[in-house]
């Protein structure tokens, strides 16, 4: 599964520069005042900040990079379910963290002032899974360096809430601005040697020690369609 879900990130990157130069034309279809019903992709990029615990360590992992996706169908002008990705990267002493994480979730308009038609405000909840991979750069502990292992793959599940405004600007290109507090719990960890392209899981282990990360990200991005 992990597998799976890194080459969607691999995508999701891939093809994001692209699409953030196609916004570059006007787009009509979504009105910050009047969300239209039906699909629409929502894309972002900023920054994360997050902070591991567990019940013998305390760790900041600093801030790095942030990129996002939503998928969302309206169903009306205040209501809509969402598929969401979102990459963190962090470097962590000489380690890159690599965190994605795959939800479902619902947004809601605030209510607001009628006559106020270029800007809205929302509110997200979302919940899923979230792969995190750590590229040990040939830093690994001792007793994973002799066995030539390379990352650490952990799974958890995964959830959150963000608030975030639309805003349109006088070229009808809608912007969004957001903030997301997410939760994130490491339930299993495999360790992983590479044999080419091919990774090789050699320890697998169930984490008992309620380890956690906690992010705080901030995305701005804009509607493609």
């Not at 947004?107 to 792969?131: E, Q």
């Amino acid at each position: 599964m992990i597998g799976v879900l890194i080459k969607f990130t691999l995508i999701v990157v891939l093809f994001l520069g692209p699409a953030i130069a196609h916004a570059s034309e006007p787009q009509r279809e979504f009105e910050p005042a009047t969300w239209s019903e039906g699909a629409h992709l929502l894309a972002g990029l900023g920054l994360n900040s997050s902070l591991f615990t567990s019940d013998s360590e305390r760790r900041d992992l600093g801030i790095g990079a942030y990129l996002k996706t939503d998928l969302d169908y309206f169903f009306s002008s205040s209501f809509a379910v969402e598929f969401s990705s979102g990459i963190e990267f962090n470097k962590v002493d000489a380690f890159l963290l690599w965190n994605t994480q795959v939800t479902l979730g619902i947004r809601y308009r605030i209510p607001r002032d009628p006559l106020f038609h270029t800007r809205s405000s929302y509110v997200r909840a979302f919940f899923g899974r979230s792969p995190t991979v750590i590229f040990l750069n040939g830093n690994a502990p001792p007793e994973y360096a002799a066995l030539g292992i390379e990352r650490l793959h952990f799974d958890g599940p995964v959830g959150g809430a963000s608030i975030g405004m639309f805003r349109q600007t006088p070229g009808n290109r809608v912007w969004f601005y957001e903030f997301s507090f997410t939760v994130q719990r490491l339930e299993q960890e495999n360790a992983v040697r590479m044999q080419g392209e091919v990774p090789i899981v050699l320890i697998q282990n169930n984490t008992t020690d309620q380890s956690t990360i906690y992010g705080l990200n901030f995305a701005a991005g804009t509607i493609f369609f």
